[in-house]
């Protein structure tokens, strides 16, 4: 029985090696969703490295991630060597929908994304006019939807304070300097349930 599991545990930690993680090539998004998805996908792949120079990797995994249609289009090429080896690719509406999605394709061979309990948490803005609406979406800086309608309150308790952002109607602008961060913690699958304001 000892003989088996140490077997397997050199098994994982080989396959490990050999499997390379690219940085992600980005496309019509914040430049900073490049650094922190692929940052993202290091932490959560069970089997795979970031690609470090002068390594050789069996297999390697490109992944990129655009903005088309009012939606994220996501893709990840596998490579063995020089050779296109497979190919996997969602679609999704909402960056807060990006973990959840991405855990459909994880069953594949080289992507096995480690499990991350939903949070509810809340942010304060301070706004650059008054709202009149009850609920906002959440926009980047390039206009990619971050969340669905959030609720908004004037008084609460909150996990992170973005500082300032613009208000346009019922759309939370998020500024470049601070897009990556909410990016980030929808990926670790964080809900942001309120938003509170202050003007």
């Known amino acids: 029985m000892k003989k088996f599991v140490l077997l397997a545990l050199v098994s994982t930690a080989v396959n490990a090696q050999e499997i390379g993680l690219a940085k992600t090539n980005v496309e019509n998004?914040?430049?900073?969703?490049?650094?922190?998805?692929?940052?993202?996908?290091?932490?959560?792949?069970?089997?795979a490295e970031l690609v470090q120079k002068n390594k050789n990797y069996l297999f390697t995994i490109y992944p990129s991630i655009s903005w088309e249609g009012k939606a994220y289009n996501i893709c990840?090429?596998?490579?063995?060597?020089?050779?296109?080896?497979?190919?996997?690719?969602?679609?999704?509406?909402?960056?807060?929908?990006?973990?959840?999605?991405?855990?459909?394709?994880?069953?594949?061979?080289?992507?096995?994304?480690?499990?991350?309990?939903?949070?509810s948490i809340s942010i304060k803005v301070k706004l650059d006019?008054?709202?009149?609406?009850?609920?906002?979406?959440?926009?980047?800086?390039?206009?990619?939807?971050?969340?669905?309608?959030?609720?908004?309150?004037?008084?609460?308790?909150?996990?992170?304070?973005?500082?300032?952002?613009?208000?346009?109607?019922?759309i939370i602008l998020i500024p470049e300097e601070k897009t990556g961060e909410v990016f980030k913690l929808?990926?670790?699958?964080?809900?942001i349930e309120k938003l509170i304001t202050t003007f």
Do not use: H, M, W
């Not at 596998?78 to 990006?98: G, H, M, Q, R």
């Not at 929808?186 to 809900?191: A, Q, R, S």
């Open 29 to 47: 998004l914040p430049e900073s969703y490049s650094e922190v998805f692929t940052k993202f996908l290091a932490d959560t792949l069970e089997s």
């Open 76 to 119: 990840f090429k596998t490579y063995k060597i020089d050779n296109l080896y497979s190919s996997s690719c969602i679609t999704v509406n909402y960056a807060e929908d990006i973990y959840d999605r991405l855990k459909t394709i994880s069953n594949n061979e080289f992507f096995k994304i480690k499990n991350i309990p939903p949070q």
């Open 129 to 170: 006019k008054p709202l009149t609406y009850n609920k906002v979406k959440i926009v980047s800086s390039k206009g990619d939807n971050l969340t669905r309608y959030v609720s908004v309150f004037k008084e609460g308790d909150t996990n992170i304070d973005l500082g300032n952002v613009n208000a346009n109607l019922n």
């Open 186 to 191: 929808l990926l670790e699958n964080k809900k």
